[in-house]
């Protein structure tokens, strides 16, 4: 068993399970926070983030990846982990914290599924879709934003200063919060098509709990969207940014 995974698992189900319910305070009808707004989810999500990576460091998982893009990435530059069953272990951890973190949303707003007709809009607490479908575009949109989702983590962990340096102590202690700052300029500047998933344990981990969960008048879980844009567009965003690290001989 390798040492990563318990965190990874609940980094990534504490980043979906706070992500996702203030989506669900959005737009589940009846609760307190409906129609709150795009500022509120970018918000939420940023702090999900924060939060996750912190929780991942307190159950042994010190790359806080809690994303497969990521994962992919760290692996092929090199000097993150030991084998390719490792970066497998680690994918499966992500994926099933986003289906315990979908979980959770279920239960905290169990008593808003029936009340909200659309299940357009119940899908959207769990999965990440288009404001206008187009699946070239929106694929495009979730490279270029996964490209620089990794790029700008790479950059801030290499601003961090020299390892063992007081400097470099206390800017990994202010690591989640910087990480999640990219995330929330990421959201208010390139989410207003996809959503900004750029993480595919994000979306598919959840939108696997939508498909398999009792919720009232559901609707379709929208696999065709879940593989191409949501978890392929992530996976290339992050090959581009393998291929940038490498040219830039960082």
């Known amino acids: 068993m390798f040492p990563n995974l318990l965190g990874e698992f609940l980094g990534t189900m504490t980043l979906v399970a706070f992500g996702d319910s203030v989506v669900a305070n959005l737009v589940l009808k009846d609760t307190k926070g409906n129609g709150a707004g795009w500022v509120h989810v970018n918000w939420g999500w940023a702090f999900g983030l924060m939060m996750g990576i912190y929780v991942a460091w307190a159950y042994g998982a010190g790359e806080a990846d809690l994303n497969p893009a990521v994962t992919i990435f760290k692996f092929l530059v090199g000097g993150h982990y030991d084998s390719i069953a490792q970066v497998i272990a680690t994918i499966a951890a992500e994926v099933a914290g986003g289906v315990a973190g979908g979980v959770v949303v279920y239960l905290l707003y169990l008593n808003h599924w029936a009340c909200t007709e659309d299940p357009g809009l119940k899908l959207a607490v769990f999965s990440t879709g288009a404001a206008r479908r187009d699946y070239g575009a929106n694929f495009l949109t979730e490279v270029i934003a996964t490209f620089f989702l990794i790029m700008g983590i ?69 696999w065709q969207w879940g593989f191409i844009v949501a978890t392929a567009g992530p996976i290339v965003g992050g090959l581009l940014a393998v291929a940038a690290f490498k040219a830039s001989g960082w």
């Open 154 to 222: 790479q950059a801030i962990v290499k601003c961090l200063g020299p390892a063992g340096s007081d400097a470099n102590v206390v800017n990994l202690n202010l690591l989640p919060f910087m990480i999640g700052g990219l995330l929330y300029a990421l959201g208010a500047g390139m989410g207003g098509t996809t959503g900004y998933g750029m993480n595919p344990a994000r979306d598919m981990g959840p939108r696997i709990a939508h498909a398999i969960l009792p919720i009232p008048g559901k609707g379709s879980s929208d």
